[in-house]
Structures are given as C-alpha cells and as structure tokens.
C-alpha cells in the first residue's frame, strides 16, 4: 500500500509542474447576471455580450434533431476559427444560459456536454473570436419526454 501512496504523490506532483502557474476563472454569474435571469436566448446573449450581430457558418452545433430524454441531451460544439469564450443557451427552460466556457488565444474547441430540456425549443452557441468578432449557430432540438419534470 505504501508504494501506490508514493506513485500516486509522484504524479500528482509531476502533473501540478506542468500546470500553468496562474489559472483563472470568470464568474459569469457576478459578472453578468442579467444573462443568468434571462428567459429566453436573445435576451440573455445581449445580457452577456452586448448588442452584437454574430456571424453564421464558422461554428457547429451537433445534437439531436429529436432527444427522447430531455433529462440527458447530448450536445456537441465545435468551430473552424480561433475564439476567446464560448456561451451555450436553451430556450426550453425559465432560464436560458446553460454555460459560458473561457479558451484562452488558442480556442480551436472541440466541446461534448449534456443539458436539461423540458420541452421542444432551440439551442444556440455565441462564440468570441480572438478576431474580435461574434460567431453564432442555432438548431432546433424536439423533446419527446420533458427533463424537468415535464
């Protein structure tokens, strides 16, 4: 038993070597709680980012056409161009931001997660290029069986 204590130390000591010294987070939810009330897409994405008009193409969305659990929705995102943050809404919830995830300069994402819906609605990515422009794709994703209660 002793020797895995030791192994396990060794590398939780060479992994903390390799991390960045300093690593930081944005609150979004003190930085932006505006877009954390907000109830449908269009007004959280303007709560967040600002009235920004998001480019169409440059980023992906994967998901369902028809989720037969809304408990469970599989949602992939992806892009072809560098971004600095990536935001993820719903509009089948009383509140529409899911999550905003920060990438640094080198955001090339490749990003898979699962969310909540309760009914048939859209999900739209906004994602910030490190251009400084705003790039956005929707899709529709229908619910066959609600996943908050529904």
Do not use: H
């Not at 000591?13 to 269009?42: C, I, K, M, N, Y």
């Not at 998001?54 to 659990?69: D, F, R, V």
């Not at 072809?80 to 935001?87: C, D, I, L, S």
């Not at 009383?94 to 898979?112: Q, Y």
Request: aromatic content about 6%; proline content about 4%.
């Amino acid at each position: 038993m002793q020797r895995r204590k030791f192994l396990s130390l060794g590398v939780v000591t060479a992994v903390s070597t390799l991390l960045p010294s300093s690593v930081s987070a944005t609150d979004f939810r003190v930085e932006a709680p505006a877009s954390w009330e907000a109830a449908g897409s269009a007004e959280a994405v303007k709560a967040l980012f600002g009235d920004i008009k998001p480019i169409e193409g440059q980023i992906k969305i994967k998901a369902p056409k028809l989720a037969e659990n809304g408990g469970a929705v599989p949602i992939g995102m992806k892009s072809k161009v560098k971004v600095t943050t990536v935001a993820l809404f719903q509009d089948a919830n009383p509140r529409s931001a899911v999550a905003v995830f920060e990438l640094g300069e080198n955001g090339l994402f490749d990003i898979k997660t699962k969310i909540k819906m309760r009914k048939t609605a859209n999900v739209t990515i906004v994602a910030k290029g490190i251009d400084g422009n705003f790039y956005s794709q929707v899709q529709k994703v229908e619910v066959s069986i609600g996943g908050c209660g529904g």
